[in-house]
């Protein structure tokens, strides 16, 4: 009788990732995500206010408002916090796939959740209490000890979270239609939450603020949670990694976000462009509508990146230069992530350059700081690739997660 061997299970876990195993659509959507939260957080911190807008804007500064809160704030990080959740399932799959055991995924996954939220209390407290690398870091933990290696049954209640947001966003839209049909009481300035640790006059007065506001904010941002989520249940069907396969997903996804995502964020930047008068019992709700219909405009980017990557992905024609640029950033998101946060702290402070009060716009000063600092990343993280690097912040992550050894096993 001939016995069949079983294969050898290695019980450590593999290295990190080299670059031939990555996905050119989620690489691709975290390099143009970045663009989006340099918007988002570069006019929160010129204006100190989430979401970051002039008050009483003018000209082309009410179009350029408006344009923020339909396509930017509160679309960003849904975005960013999918992708997070899509990288979850793919470490877990190469780990599985190197003949990793379940012991050994689960505890590199939890030393790169307990990295990341390190990398983000130090971020968050030196440089930007925006940070999401600390929520992500505990969202990472959850996923490690509750959700892995559960089956297809427990990551279905991802879609009925995301279908009682839905709903959710339909009753606030009811809300505000009738607060808007109704109109009664003062009417209302723009709602913004204040962000005191980017106006203080001293870095050890900002670095001190920022010791209650990062906690808080980690705490708020775990809402997007469920979208976190809604990733590792596209990831597991390889949604982003095979975007042909799953084309009449990724179109209805795009048409249903981005309908979801500008009609709930309509109220919301009609009235920050002063284009549109709420009253003061309206006007919460409004914002509260433009944030929660923001994660389907975030799905709704996921879904755009998915159909551009089928696209290429079609034809044989060369990538161009410019999406090679982009990929290299996506593969290096975490160092561009966090040079967005050393920019805005010497251009936006008041003890530094404080450009946004030497100017006549500061709408116009923070959108277009934005996209330089986002431009500058673009261009070394090609460089960076050009020349076999990867990012500095991705390389002290994998330490941390794999060790030295492993952690150099994939190159410089």
């Given at each position: 009788m001939v016995t069949e061997s079983r294969p050898f299970v290695a019980s450590t876990a593999r290295g990190p990732t080299n670059q031939k195993e990555r996905?050119?659509?989620?690489?691709?959507?975290?390099?143009?995500?970045?663009?989006?939260?340099?918007?988002?957080?570069?006019?929160?911190?010129?204006?100190?206010?989430?979401?970051?807008?002039?008050?009483?804007?003018?000209?082309?500064?009410?179009?350029?408002?408006?344009?923020?809160?339909?396509?930017?704030?509160?679309?960003?990080?849904?975005?960013?916090?999918?992708l997070f959740g899509y990288s979850l399932v793919q470490f877990t799959r190469r780990q599985e796939a190197a003949g990793s055991s379940p012991a050994a995924v689960r505890a590199v996954l939890l030393r790169r959740s307990c990295a990341l939220l390190a990398f983000g209390a130090v971020h968050g407290i030196l440089l930007y209490a925006g940070d999401i690398l600390g929520t992500y870091g505990l969202i990472g933990l959850i996923f490690g000890l509750v959700l892995l290696h559960r089956g297809d049954r427990?990551?279905?209640?991802?879609?009925?979270?995301?279908?009682?947001?839905?709903?959710?966003?339909?009753?606030l839209s009811v809300v505000v239609a009738v607060g808007l049909i109704e109109g009664a009481g003062p009417r209302a300035a723009v709602?913004?939450?204040?962000?005191?640790?980017?106006?203080?006059?001293?870095?050890?007065?900002?670095?001190?603020?920022r010791w209650t506001e990062w906690p808080t904010n980690v705490m708020l941002l775990l809402a997007y949670f469920p979208i976190v989520w809604v990733g590792v249940w596209a990831?597991?069907?390889?949604?982003?990694?095979?975007?042909?396969?799953?084309?009449?997903?990724?179109?209805?996804?795009?048409?249903?976000?981005?309908?979801?995502?500008?009609?709930?964020?309509?109220?919301?930047?009609?009235?920050a462009g002063g284009l549109l008068a709420v009253?003061?019992?309206?006007?919460?709700?409004?914002?509260?509508?433009?944030?929660?219909?923001?994660?389907?405009?975030?799905?709704?980017?996921?879904?755009?990146?998915?159909?551009?990557v089928a696209r290429l992905t079609s034809t044989s024609r060369r990538r161009s230069r410019f999406?090679?640029?982009?990929?290299?950033?996506?593969?290096?998101?975490?160092?561009?992530?966090?040079?967005?946060?050393?920019?805005?702290?010497?251009?936006?402070?008041p003890y530094t350059l404080a450009l946004?009060?030497?100017?006549?716009?500061?709408?116009?000063?923070?959108?277009?700081?934005?996209?330089?600092?986002?431009?500058?990343?673009?261009?070394?993280?090609?460089?960076?690739?050009?020349?076999?690097?990867?990012?500095?912040?991705e390389l002290v992550l994998r330490r941390l997660a794999y060790g030295r050894s492993r952690a150099r096993a994939d190159g410089r």
């Open positions: 996905a050119l659509a989620p690489d691709l959507a975290r390099g143009a995500m970045l663009l989006l939260i340099a918007l988002a957080n570069g006019t929160g911190v010129f204006f100190a206010s989430t979401p970051g807008v002039e008050p009483t804007p003018r000209g082309l500064e009410r179009l350029v408002t408006i344009a923020q809160l339909e396509l930017v704030n509160a679309r960003a990080i849904p975005l960013f916090a999918f427990v990551h279905r209640a991802a879609l009925w979270l995301l279908g009682l947001l839905g709903v959710y966003v339909v009753a709602p913004t939450t204040p962000f005191p640790s980017v106006a203080a006059d001293s870095y050890v007065a900002s670095v001190h603020l990831a597991r069907r390889r949604v982003l990694e095979e975007p042909a396969r799953h084309h009449r997903l990724l179109h209805h996804g795009a048409v249903v976000g981005w309908s979801a995502g500008i009609l709930g964020g309509l109220p919301m930047a009609l009235l009253d003061t019992s309206t006007a919460p709700w409004a914002k509260l509508l433009h944030e929660v219909s923001g994660i389907f405009g975030g799905l709704g980017y996921v879904c755009l990146f998915g159909l551009v999406l090679t640029a982009l990929t290299a950033l996506g593969q290096r998101s975490l160092t561009g992530y966090l040079c967005q946060s050393v920019a805005w702290l010497v251009l936006a402070s946004g009060t030497r100017t006549g716009s500061t709408t116009f000063v923070a959108v277009g700081s934005a996209i330089a600092v986002w431009l500058v990343t673009l261009v070394g993280a090609d460089l960076m690739r050009r020349r076999g690097y990867r990012g500095p912040a």
